[in-house]
C-alpha cells in the first residue's frame, strides 16, 4: 500500500503482489463512510509492519486514531481513539495476533488524571484488541529514556524472535537536544520491559528492518536536526544481532558513507551485502535527496537516483522474494514510485515507474506491505 499526501490532504492506494497499482485511491481524507467517526486529518501513517488478518490499518497522527479499512472495498471497518484525552501523536503499530497489538504514542501527557485505568499518561504503548476494537492497558516507557531530559519518543516496533523491538527517538520535550540511541526490548508475554540495546554515537534512531535469515536488526538513524552541521556525525545504519544473548551491535555504516548526508525514510535491506537507504538534500535544495547502495563492509556507497527536490523521498522497501526494490518519490510535479531491479549481483537497475494515485495526483510519501 502506498500513502499519498499534501499534508492537508491524503490518499490511500493499493498495489498488487507485483508492485503494480491494483486500487487508487482506496480511501481518502474526505472519506466519511458510516464506520468512521471522524475523517482522516492530513497526518496519517502506515504501519512498519503487516497487521493480523492482512487489513489496511491507518495511522492517524493528526486525530490519534487509528482505522481500519477492509482492502478488497475500501470501505471503513472500524476505528479506535488512542488519544485517551491528548494529543498522543500516534507513530506505529505491532501486530501480536488477532486480539492483541501495540501502539507507540509518541507524547507525553502534561496533565494526566489521578485515574488508574484512563490511560492517559503517554510515553508509553498502548495495549489494545484490534478486533472490537478497544485499549487493554499500557507499557510506561517513561524511565527507558538514556537521558532523564529526554523524552522516550517511541517511534517504530517490530515482532522479531519473539520480542518486540521499539526505536527510542530519544528527544527533549522542545525537540532542540537528543540523547543516544537506543531500542527497548518487551516480552509481549508479560508486557514488561526487558532490557534495551543502546546506540553510541547515534542520535534520533527510528526505522527498523528485520532479516530472519541472519537473525539481524536493522536501525536506521538520523541524527538532530538541532545540531546543526553536527548532525551527520550522528546518523547512521546499525546492525544489531538478535542472535546473541544479550543482543549486540554487530555493525555500523555512517553518514560519511553516503557522502556525508544523513540517512531518512525507510531502507531496504536484502543482506549484509545489499543495504539500500535514502539520505535527506538540503533546505536549499541542492543537493536533493539521493537513493544509495552499498554493503555492511563498504566504505562508500554508490548513488542508485537523485532526486528533482529535497525531502520527497520517503521510503523503500525489499521485495526479497523477487529481489526488487520500491521507492516512492513525492516530488509534487510527478509523483512516482520507482521500481528497481536487484536479482543480478553488483548491477542495480530501474525497471519501470508509475504514478500511484493518478486520481488526485497527490505526492508519494510512505509504502508499506499489508
Known amino acids: ?19 503494480m497499482l491494483s486500487r487508487d485511491d482506496c480511501i481518502n481524507s474526505g472519506t466519511r463512510a458510516p464506520a468512521l467517526s471522524q475523517a482522516l486529518s492530513g497526518d496519517v501513517a502506515l504501519p512498519s509492519n503487516p497487521q493480523a488478518g492482512h487489513e489496511v490499518l ?38 501480536l ?14 496533565a494526566p488524571t489521578p485515574a488508574l485505568e484512563d490511560f492517559d499518561e503517554g510515553n508509553d504503548l498502548l495495549i489494545i484488541d484490534p478486533s472490537v476494537p478497544k485499549i487493554l492497558g499500557r507499557i510506561d516507557l517513561l524511565g527507558t529514556s538514556p537521558d532523564p531530559s ?41 508486557d514488561t520491559v526487558v532490557g534495551y540495546v543502546d546506540i553510541p554515537g547515534k542520535k534520533n534512531c527510528s526505522t ?24 551527520a556525525n550522528y546518523s547512521g545504519l546499525v546492525a ?22 544523513i540517512l531518512l525514510g525507510k531502507s531496504a535491506i536484502f543482506s549484509e551485502q545489499e ?9 536549499s535544495g541542492s543537493p536533493p535527496d539521493q537513493f544509495w547502495t552499498l554493503g555492511l563492509s563498504s566504505s562508500q556507497a554508490t548513488r542508485l537516483f537523485e532526486a528533482s527536490e529535497s525531502f520527497v523521498l520517503g521510503a523503500s522497501l525489499a521485495d526479497l522474494q523477487r529481489k526488487r526494490i520500491f521507492l516512492t518519490d513525492g516530488t509534487a510535479s510527478a509523483p512516482r514510485i520507482h521500481i528497481y531491479d536487484a536479482s543480478t549481483p553488483g548491477t542495480v537497475r530501474e525497471v519501470s515507474s508509475f504514478n500511484p494515485g493518478p486520481s488526485l495526483g497527490l505526492p508519494a510519501r510512505d509504502i508499506s506491505r499489508y
Open 58 to 95: 491507518l495511522i492517524d497522527r493528526g486525530n490519534a486514531a487509528l482505522t481500519w479499512v477492509d482492502p478488497r472495498t475500501c470501505q471503513p471497518l472500524r476505528q479506535l481513539a488512542v488519544g485517551t484525552g491528548f494529543a498522543a501523536n500516534p507513530h506505529d503499530v505491532v501486530s
Open 240 to 261: 544489531i544481532d538478535l542472535g546473541a544473548s544479550p543482543p549486540a551491535i554487530k555493525g555500523v555504516v555512517d553518514a560519511s558513507a553516503f557522502g556525508g548526508r
Open 150 to 190: 529526554v523524552l522516550p519518543r517511541a517511534d517504530q516496533a517490530l515482532l522479531a524472535e519473539g520480542r518486540v523491538y521499539v526505536s527510542l527517538n530519544a528527544l527533549s520535550p522542545s525537540f532542540q537536544s537528543g540523547s543516544m540511541g537506543r531500542v527497548v526490548i518487551i516480552d509481549p508475554g508479560s
Open 97 to 110: 495476533g488477532a486480539n492483541k497489538a501495540y501502539v507507540t504514542r509518541y507524547e507525553r501527557n502534561n
Open 208 to 231: 527498523m528492518t528485520y532479516l530472519a535469515s541472519t537473525k539481524t536488526l536493522w536501525v536506521s538513524c538520523a541524527g538532530v536536526f538541532s545540531d546543526g552541521a553536527q548532525q
Open 1 to 19: 500500500m502506498v500513502l499519498a499526501s499534501d499534508y492537508r490532504s491524503v490518499s490511500l492506494s493499493l498495489l498488487d503482489s507485483e508492485g
Open 275 to 283: 543495504i539500500f537507504a535514502i539520505t535527506a538534500g538540503d533546505f
